[in-house]
Each structure stands twice: as C-alpha cells, then as structure tokens.
C-alpha cells in the first residue's frame, strides 16, 4: 500500500520535473528558431550555444520583485496563475503509459474538462487585475477557447467514434501498422489550426495582442506571476504537440521517431510565430464558427456512418 503510494508520488514527481525542463529548451528552441528567422543569433553568451539561458531567465524572473496593484481583487490575481500552471501540468498525467502508473480509461474525456477550466484562469487573471486592457485580453481569450474547443471536441468525437474508446493507449494499438495522418490529413490540420487558437499561439495570439492590449490579460503580472503564466503556456504548447503525435502519428512512447515527431510539431508552432501576422478578430471567429464547425460536423457524421456500416458488416 505505502509502496506504491510511494512510487506513485516519486513517478508524478519525476514526470513533473521532466515536463518543466522540456518547457524549458523549448523556450531556448523558441529564441533560436525565431533568432534564425530573423537572421540574427539569438541566445548564445550563457552556458555552451546559449544552453542555461532558460535557467537563468526564470532565476532573474523569480527573484525580481514582484508588484501587487492596490485595487486588485488580490487572491483571485495571485492564485490564478498558480492554478493555470496547475491545469497544464496535471494534464500530462493522461499520458498513454505501458508502465500501468496512471490508468485513464476516459482520458480524453479528463483531457476536455482540463482544457475547459483553463479558460477560467485566463478570465480571472485579467479581471482580478483590475485593468481595462487585462479585461479585454481576459475576455477575447474566453470567447476564443470556447469557440475552438467545439471544433476540438468535434474531432475528438470523430475518432472516439473510429477508434471505441476513450483511452489513449487504444489510439497506440489502433496505429501499429498504419498512422492516422496519411489518410486524415484535412482532420489533422484542422486540429493543428484548433491547437494554435487553443493556446493563444500566433496567429491567434489576441489573448496578448501586444500591439493593441499592451500584452493582454497579463500585463499587471510581473516577475513569478508572469513566469507561471509563461511556464503554463509553453507547458500547454508541449502537451498539444504530443496529444496531436498520439492521435495522429501513434503514441508508441518507446521509440525515437514519436519524439522527433513531438519535436517537429513543436517547431511548426515556433516556426509559425516567426512566418503569420496576427489574424484579424472577426476572421478568427468566422473561422471557427463558419468553417471549422461545420466541416467537423460533416466528418463526425462520416465517421459515424463509417461505423455503423462496419459494424452491419461484422454482424
């Protein structure tokens, strides 16, 4: 009993630390990649080719001094960035294990009601904040979260209805010989573009549209305040990439080519940050609600036909 409690706590402590350095060197993967974009070096004086930049921006982040705003609502603006930073780190508990540490037979379905209540930080770190241009950023990022989950949970759907399960270790066992990317390649870019939004990436960034909303819903956070913020975004960032490898390249977590794989999506988010301006509001919206739902909608309605068909068969 206590052993495993024991070995239960030590592996989520060791899948924690994991995940905070991978968020880490992609924010090192970030500098560079976008450096290069820009045809200069990017961070390259700390440590070998630049390798302890990211220890020492967030040494420099969390010993600064942090400001409270007098009229902030200050629990809600203090503990909103703890809980964002929580949220995406429990999600990568859903991982598809062969060890048998976690079992989520609905992982999928922890995955959606994780991503939901993401948007409920967003919203309180720029209203408790008690600032016009926070409010704005807080809002704009509920309305597009909310708008782009339907399309994710629409996908989702589509291939819960294919694969029978919620569980994602059955995505593993659904692709061992053949991935779901060559023969859904439409489904797969319109997650990619769901992905994007979901994380307030660019060109989707209006959570933080710096140009208009002086960095959006966190501009009054400052030093270990805006760094969890910062270490939630990147954590998401790194989780959708692997959720997108397991539905679409299969989760075989034991070999190399699932990681180069995680690596690669990573990268396109990057690379898209450094190539796309930012997307006009109403388009964004348009996007979603015009195009997205409706062609998710169409091939849940094929997946579901495709099922039934195949099951009469197999009856």
């Known amino acids: 009993m206590y052993m495993e409690l024991f070995l ?22 970030e500098r560079k990649v976008l450096g290069y974009i820009h045809i200069r070096k990017g961070p390259n004086s700390v440590g070998f080719l630049g390798i302890l930049q990211p220890f020492g921006d967030a040494i420099k982040l969390f010993t600064s001094e942090q400001s409270f705003i007098l009229v902030s609502n200050y629990l809600p603006y203090y503990f909103s960035p703890v809980f964002s930073l929580l949220l995406s780190l429990v999600l990568w508990l859903v991982i598809p294990y062969f060890s048998g540490f976690y079992s989520f037979e609905y992982g999928f379905l922890f995955f959606l009601c994780c991503t939901s209540l993401g948007v409920y930080t967003l919203m309180i770190a720029g209203w408790s904040s008690n600032s016009n241009y926070s409010l704005l950023g807080g809002l704009r990022a509920v309305a597009q979260t909310i708008s782009y989950e339907v399309s994710l949970a629409l996908i989702l759907l589509s291939f819960i209805f294919l694969v029978g399960s919620y569980n994602l270790l059955d995505f593993y066992y659904y692709q061992r010989y053949f991935w779901f990317v060559f023969i859904f390649i439409p ?18 960034d209006f959570a ?22 910062f270490l939630a975004e990147y954590s998401s960032i790194l989780f959708m990439s692997m959720l997108f490898c397991v539905i679409f390249f299969g989760c075989d977590l034991i070999y190399f080519i699932f990681y180069f794989s995680l690596v690669f999506v990573s990268f396109m988010f990057i690379w898209l940050r450094g190539t796309l301006p930012r997307f006009r509001y109403d388009k964004l919206m348009y996007l979603a609600w015009s195009s997205f739902l409706s062609l998710s909608l169409n091939y849940l309605l094929f997946f579901f036909g495709l099922k039934i068909v195949l099951f009469s068969f197999m009856i």
């Open 187 to 204: 489904l797969a870019m319109l997650w990619f573009v769901s992905c994007l939004a979901e994380t307030n990436r660019t060109p989707f």
């Open 8 to 29: 239960f706590v030590f592996v989520t402590l060791i899948l924690l630390v994991f995940v905070m350095v991978g968020v880490a060197f992609l924010t090192l993967l």
């Open 208 to 229: 933080e549209g710096e140009s208009e909303l002086v960095s959006g819903f966190n501009v009054e956070y400052s030093g270990g305040g805006f760094a969890l913020i």
